[in-house]
């Protein structure tokens, strides 16, 4: 099965060939598109808009809240073993002092 229709083909070849002499503009700015990866970029957005047969884009992956990177940080950890320590030693009792009535 073909990840690209027919209209996104035309489209990419028509904005490859405007980028080649010159005439393909970027969106807001409207400069002159220089890179051939911009130009194929520009044309698959084009077949996009139109409605032709195009692969979704790929996303950058999302970033983590702190409290999701501190949970699997905790997580991922392996615990060593605790060390066990020497029982406390208990204190004597402090002497009450007596009180003057």
Do not use: C, F, N, W
């Not at 028509?14 to 409207?30: F, T």
């Not at 809240?65 to 699997?72: E, F, H």
């Amino acid at each position: 099965m073909a990840k690209y229709g027919q209209k996104s083909k035309d489209k990419v070849g028509k904005a490859l060939h405007e980028e080649k002499h010159g005439q393909l503009k970027s969106g807001r700015s409207g400069k002159k598109v220089k890179s051939r990866k911009q130009a194929i970029a520009i044309g698959l957005s084009e077949a996009r808009k139109a409605g032709g047969k195009v692969p979704k884009k790929k996303s950058a992956p999302r970033k983590k809240s702190a409290s999701a990177r501190k949970k699997s940080s905790t997580s991922r950890k392996k615990s060593a073993p605790k060390k066990k320590s020497a029982p406390k030693k208990k204190s004597a009792p402090k002497k009450k002092s007596a009180r003057k009535r």
